[in-house]
């Protein structure tokens, strides 16, 4: 069980207490988020090595608006060297939004409570981080650690806590978020299945947002192409306390594995805030004998049940989940679309649009890439 502690590192002094996230249904209607244009799309090599790590697994990103500088996070866990995540500069022209380039410019070690890196693949307490935010209302960083446990086909995994952790810009450890007990791994089926729990982060002036990218072993199967399933958000206040937890209605598969017994996996893979309660969500499947298909939605919790206390959302009562508008099919948006994973704001344009950043991870596999594409948009306030 992960240890509740304070996460005064990660508060600020002018944050607002007791923040809730679910808000009226009649709360006052706001202009829909929508892609105006495509800047452009820049790679990075397969298997760069930079400042003596190999790069690749880049399976979050974010921006500091204050100095421009990028953070990727890589999900390799000792596979090729110790947790981490880089630095760097995408080049974004405000004037005329073209998309330039991107350069690394640093890597950093994440270390524990003591002061060590996590251990590698398969031993207690390893990481598998796959979401990074820049806070700018504390000038630190957050991670989300999906955590491992064992299941059928991987039965002497251990138990590796999953967690949403504060550090610093050096990766340095500052404190963790209080988990409810449900998203707690076991080693039954019982709570998060293992490569189902935290996938996205978003973090505002109010609150903060982890969301599983699939099911619950009590809240229903995984996704078929017959049915849909549901992922969880939960919801903190800046203090670290739990305000709320919502249910993400996932998409069916979008079409038959082939062969039929062949592999599928479905489930979101990223978030990042547009408002108070509003966000955008990477919907990501991958089915054997197709590959990958990505959906952008727009969704909204304002109005959805409070699911924190209910064990299950496959029986019992009814609830209300989060509403999404599909912004953008990525699946047929330059094909093969990749194993889309992190999204973040760039700057704002002299037009008046965000730039919003969707980014690939390669699983280090020379048959994938690791992307960068940015976009421009209208219909929300808050990038830099």
Request: proline share 8%; with cysteine.
């Amino acid at each position: 069980m992960v240890r509740a502690r304070k996460f005064l590192q990660i508060a600020v002094a002018c944050a607002v207490a007791s923040a809730g996230v679910a808000q009226p249904a009649s709360a006052a209607p706001r202009d829909p988020l929508r892609i105006t244009r495509f800047l452009g799309e820049q790679r990075v090599p397969h298997k760069t090595i930079f400042d003596g790590t190999t790069v690749g697994g880049l399976s979050g990103i974010d921006r500091d608006p204050r100095t421009g500088t990028w953070y990727f996070i890589s999900d390799d866990r000792w596979r090729y060297n110790p947790a981490r995540f880089y630095t760097g500069r995408l080049d974004i022209d405000r004037r005329t939004g073209a998309f330039n380039g991107v350069r690394l410019t640093g890597v950093n070690t994440l270390t524990r409570a003591d002061g060590t890196p996590y251990p590698a693949y398969g031993r207690p307490a390893s990481a598998d981080p796959e979401s990074i935010r820049f806070d700018p209302w504390s000038g630190r960083l957050l991670w989300g650690d999906e955590g491992d446990r064992p299941d059928a086909t991987n039965p002497d995994i251990p138990i590796s806590p999953p967690a949403v952790r504060g550090m610093d810009i050096r990766g340095r450890h500052l404190g963790e978020m209080r988990l409810p007990t449900n998203l707690q791994l076991t080693e039954t089926e019982s709570g998060p299945r293992r490569n189902s729990g935290f996938e996205g982060l978003a973090v505002t002036a109010r609150t903060i947002t982890g969301v599983t990218e699939g099911p619950r072993f009590e809240d229903g199967t995984m996704p078929t192409v017959q049915r849909g399933s549901v992922a969880r958000l939960t919801v903190w206040n800046r203090q670290g306390t739990l305000r709320g937890q919502y249910a993400y209605p996932l998409d069916a598969l979008p079409v038959a594995p082939n062969p039929p017994s062949g592999p599928a996996d479905s489930g979101v893979s990223e978030i990042l805030p547009i408002g108070e309660g509003r966000y955008l969500a990477l919907e990501r499947s991958w089915v054997s004998g197709t590959g990958y298909r990505v959906k952008l939605y727009e969704i909204d919790l304002r109005g959805a049940t409070n699911v924190l206390n209910r064990n299950t959302l496959a029986r019992g009562g009814p609830y209300r989940p989060v509403t999404k508008r599909e912004v953008k099919d990525l699946g047929t948006f330059r094909p093969p679309v990749q194993n889309l994973e992190s999204l973040a704001w760039g700057p704002r344009l002299a037009t008046g649009e965000c730039t919003l950043v969707i980014g690939s991870d390669d699983n280090f596999d020379e048959r994938e890439v690791t992307q960068f594409m940015a976009f421009g948009v209208t219909g929300m306030t808050g990038c830099g």
